[in-house]
Antibody, heavy 119, light 111 residues
Framework: EVQVVESGGGLVQPGGSLRLSCAASGFTFSSYAMSWVRQAPGKGLEWVSAISGSGASTYYADSVKGRFTISRDNSKNTVYVQMNSLRAEDTAIYYC????????????WGRGTMVTVSS | QSALTQPASVPGSPGQSITISCTGTSSDVGAFDYVSWYQQHPGRAPKLMIYDVTKRPSGVSNRFSGSKSGNTASLTISGLQAEDEADYYCISYTSSSTLWVFGGGTKLTVL
């Protein structure tokens, strides 16, 4: 079965750090770009970051640039996002999503992991 | 404010057809045939319903269809059913460094 499973969410204080993981299975992981998309409580979807299949190219939304770092370990079929200098507005469910080969859409989504930034 | 504009809500009745619009620019929707649509039920992850403007993934009902004209893409749902009540989001690939732009979402209510 093709799936991705997120982990690592939790409660963190403003200014703190957290690393989310996304474990993939059921497909040739290194062939596909992966992305993180978040959803604040009661709000719409917001793209956060993406990484190419090889890991050589990374992309970030302006709202997280300089604070978040995306990476992947193709030997472990896992993608990560290191989140530093967290703010209250980063509070959201973080979804991991697999991109189609041409990067035009996201066909597999995880159930998400909740990140709460609060003192 | 989202980069792609969707109506906040759309009402429909069982059996009817509805269309949700998604308006972008010549740098995203108008430039690429990479518009996709997602259905999200409360408390659930988004589900891909349409990709590449008109294509349906395996397992998605043929009641769902997509189209595009200029800078506006549309999702049409025919033969509305109660289970179609959900939030719907459009996403487009873009020529900017952000790669993708998202719509703000449309709440479909099946009355």
């Amino acid at each position: 079965e093709v799936q991705v499973v997120e982990s690592g969410g939790g409660l963190v204080q403003p200014g703190g750090s957290l690393r989310l993981s996304c474990a993939a299975s059921g497909f040739t992981f290194s062939s596909y770009a992966m992305s993180w998309v978040r959803q604040a409580p009661g709000k719409g979807l917001e793209w956060v970051s993406a990484i190419s299949g090889s890991g050589a190219s990374t992309y970030y939304a302006d709202s997280v640039k300089g604070r978040f770092t995306i990476s992947r370990d193709n030997s472990k079929n896992t993608v990560y996002v290191q989140m530093n200098s967290l703010r209250a507005e980063d509070t959201a469910i973080y979804y991991c999503a697999k991109a189609l080969l041409h990067w035009g859409a996201f066909d597999i989504w995880g159930r998400g992991t909740m990140v709460t930034v609060s003192s | 404010q989202s980069a792609l504009t969707q109506p906040a809500s759309v009402p429909g009745s069982p059996g009817q057809s509805i269309t949700i619009s998604c308006t972008g620019t010549s740098s995203d929707v108008g430039a690429f045939d990479y518009v996709s649509w997602y259905q999200q039920h409360p408390g659930r992850a988004p589900k891909l319903m349409i990709y590449d403007v008109t294509k349906r993934p395996s397992g998605v009902s043929n009641r769902f269809s997509g189209s595009k004209s200029g800078n506006t893409a549309s999702l049409t749902i025919s033969g509305l059913q109660a289970e179609d009540e959900a939030d719907y989001y459009c996403i487009s690939y873009t020529s900017s460094s952000t790669l993708w732009v998202f719509g703000g979402g449309t709440k479909l209510t099946v009355l």
